[in-house]
């Protein structure tokens, strides 16, 4: 089974990934699948909440993060798509569903998702990785810790410079 | 001026270090170029014709001294005893070897400088008026906020990976001299009718092959507001600016696809959503308005022996016609440095020129040093009663040439001579018509005109708003130059009308002249060139410089 990186407990590990891409014309095995937005948002019976497995919706950088509004609960992880890593709007996508959905579920970085970019992801409110270049936990805790401070409010909780500055 | 704090310095450290560790994956083999090179831009290191290029951020043109002196050190260090001021205030360094790029970031943190987002689809260096804090028609100092926007913007988790390299201007002064309006973001400051600061938002303007005079999306934005209103555009910008096609990816596109009164709409409804969580609280704001308002100006307005220094030196009496500009407080003036010099290139500096700005700046200009983006240097606070002995130093070093805003004063881009894009030279033609009008009396008695040069369509020499613009072109193998008239980057801002038929490089200086003759025919008394130009529309010049063509 293909593994993903997860952020736990401060630090990142190696866990199974238990979930299966789905296509949108193909039927659902059970367990634990990701389907894409407009799969989910067209109320697909077969997806219908008390099937035994879990449910994840991928997002495509086009699509609008905010047609998930109100529609999350029994949503387990949103998977949100980078085919090139250069195609920054992954991280917005990230950004709302955590600060403006209020997603507590686990968003993951699919596609060209390199350690370079661990920071930010971790910033805008990811927490699980498939990293395509490689990295294991070790690589990407050093990725994402790598700056001491920050200079901007993100999805993270983590104080800026300016907050860190008036509390002395 | 700001100094980095340690929560400054430890940032500039670990990205560094960062870096440094991105390089040695590189040189070890574990990064391919394709994967290297996002990276290595993200860090100002470009791979250009002969060698690597490191340009190095001046955030909002704004050098102490002692970075002054650092960036000397590099020059000798790591490259061949120079270095070039761009369009962008940022310096170049021209001759760099990949293994070396570390050690160089190193020295350049050592005195709190860096290279981050000087390339890259990220938010890049700001523009800051190069008077800032001593024009004499300045609202308030634009640099707090040119310094704050610094922060919010440098490794901006959510905004590093745009559509396209984004550029933010702030002026204070009626007189833009940052081009604010060919920025992707323009902010004006304002005062409101409340006595508040505020700032008027231009976005979407730009150059490269689409030029766009950016349209007002926000007549008067509180200033407390500024970063909410900034995270809106960048995120609107973000998820809806083109990916498909680099040369239709720059916000000004998405603004004049959508109409300015869309997506200033789209802005606002993201603004509304966003709150007050996006802005930088009050604290902060004046915690860096401190740090530039400056305790050490004399009350004293005399200015000692500099009249008559003037009345008696007629080569004095030009410099302080040509490069000394009305302060803010009695007894003191703005200095231009030009690096124009007749016959050399726009915007180089050797480090022993660099050495004795750096000196100067620290003995006569309260240490403070701008860049501008008309590839100058500024001494920003000068005593009148020094002037004099300022000039003589900067003389002797080959660096008081009298002429800002007059037609030697070029800007262009590195062109064919260095850089990987250019379709043309740049720097042999700003050379060859600083050449033709070397004579001071000439160049001052045509006053000013703004020519400026690229060497290919991406317009780093900002040509779309020269008053004179000059594009090299590729034909047929052969670099080509095709005129345009009437562009300005002021607060008058246009871009140019192309002129004509492109010319090959031994007629572009004969066609200046011929546009220059035409000028002083038509113009009336006190108009500029532009002036001239926009009454007369350009028959008299094209007649002037195409005659022989018919």
């Known amino acids: ?168 | 001026m700001y100094r980095y704090d340690a929560v400054d310095r430890a940032v500039l450290a670990d990205r560094t270090a960062e870096f440094r560790d991105q390089v040695r994956r590189r040189l070890a083999g574990e990064l391919t170029e394709d994967q290297f090179k996002p990276l290595r831009l993200m860090n100002g290191l470009y791979l250009q014709l002969h060698a690597y290029m490191l340009r190095v951020a001046v955030p909002y043109g704004s050098l102490s001294p002692v970075q002054m002196r650092g960036l000397a050190d590099i020059a000798r260090r790591f490259d061949r005893g120079y270095g070039h001021f761009t369009t962008r205030t940022n310096i170049q360094f021209n001759w760099i070897r990949l293994a070396e790029a570390p050690d160089i970031l190193d020295a350049l943190a050592a005195v709190d400088l860096h290279a981050i987002q000087t390339s890259g689809n990220c938010i890049r260096n700001v523009t800051a008026d190069p008077y800032a804090g001593a024009a004499a028609d300045e609202l308030e100092d634009p640099r707090v906020w040119c310094e704050a926007i610094r922060q919010w913007s440098s490794l901006h988790p959510e905004f590093s990976f745009l559509p396209r390299k984004f550029k933010i201007a702030v002026t204070a002064s009626p007189h833009d001299r940052t081009a604010a309006r060919v920025h992707d973001i323009g902010l004006l400051l304002r005062r409101g009718r409340d006595g508040g600061t505020g700032f008027e938002v231009i976005v979407g303007g730009g150059m490269g092959r689409t030029p766009h005079v950016g349209p007002t999306i926000r007549s008067y934005l509180p200033a407390e507001r500024l970063f909410s209103y900034l995270e809106a555009i960048l995120r609107v910008y973000n998820r809806h600016g083109r990916r498909d096609n680099i040369y239709k990816a720059r916000i000004k596109i998405l603004v004049s696809a959508l109409g300015a009164e869309a997506f200033a709409r789209e802005v606002e409804a993201e603004w509304e959503k966003i709150g007050t969580e996006g802005d930088v609280p009050a604290a902060e704001i004046e915690r860096i308005r401190a740090a530039f308002t400056n305790p050490d100006f004399l009350a004293d307005p005399s200015t000692g022996d500099f009249e008559a220094r003037r009345a008696a030196e007629p080569a004095f009496a030009r410099f302080v016609r040509n490069n000394l500009k009305a302060h803010v407080r009695p007894g003191y003036g703005i200095v231009d440095i030009s690096l124009k010099g007749i016959g050399e290139t726009p915007g180089d500096i050797s480090a022993d020129q660099m050495d004795v700005v750096a000196d100067l700046a620290e003995r006569f200009g309260q240490g403070d040093i701008r860049a501008t983006h008309e590839q100058n240097l500024v001494l920003p606070h000068v005593r009148l009663e020094h002037v004099h002995e300022v000039w003589k130093a900067l003389d002797a070093a080959g660096l008081a040439t009298p002429n800002i805003n007059l037609i030697s004063d070029i800007i262009a881009c590195p062109g064919l001579d260095y850089c990987a894009l250019a379709n043309a030279r740049a720097i042999c033609v700003a050379q060859d018509i600083a050449r033709r009008f070397e004579a001071p009396e000439k160049a001052e008695a045509i006053g000013e005109l703004k020519i400026k040069i690229s060497g290919c369509i991406n317009a780093c020499g900002h040509h779309h708003v020269g008053h004179i613009g000059i594009l090299g072109v590729d034909k047929k193998g052969e670099e080509f130059y095709q005129l345009t008239l009437g562009g300005s980057g002021a607060e008058d801002a246009a871009v140019g009308k192309i002129l004509g038929p492109a010319l090959p490089i031994d007629r572009v200086t004969d066609a200046v002249d011929a546009i220059v003759g035409a000028y002083l025919r038509e113009r009336r008394d006190g108009e500029r060139f532009l002036d001239t130009l926009r009454r007369t529309g350009d028959a008299p010049f094209k007649e002037a410089v195409y005659a022989d063509a018919h």
């Not at chain 1, 949103?78 to 917005?92: N, Y």
């Not at chain 1, 959905?101 to 699980?128: P, T, Y």
């Not at chain 1, 990725?143 to 907050?163: C, M, T």
């Open chain 1, 1 to 168: 089974m293909p593994t993903l990186i997860k952020a736990d407990a401060g630090g990142f590990v190696t866990v199974e990934d238990t979930f299966t891409v789905l296509e949108d014309d193909a039927p659902d095995p059970g367990g634990d699948v990701i389907v894409s937005l407009a799969r989910f948002l067209s109320g697909d019976g077969d997806l219908a909440a008390g099937r035994s497995g879990r449910l994840g919706v991928r997002l495509a950088p086009e699509d609008d993060v905010e047609a998930l509004e109100g529609r999350l609960e029994g949503v387990s992880t949103v998977a949100v798509e980078f085919p090139k890593f250069r195609d920054g709007r992954g991280f917005t996508a990230a950004r709302l569903l955590r600060t403006r959905l209020g997603f507590r579920g686990e968003v993951r970085a699919v596609g060209d998702v390199l350690r370079d970019q661990a920071g930010f992801m971790v910033r805008c409110g990811f927490d699980a990785f498939i990293p395509a270049d490689g990295a294991g936990p070790a690589e990407w805790a050093e990725a994402a810790g790598r700056h001491r401070h920050v200079y901007q409010r993100a999805a993270d909780g983590r104080a800026p410079a300016f907050a860190e500055r008036q509390g002395g």
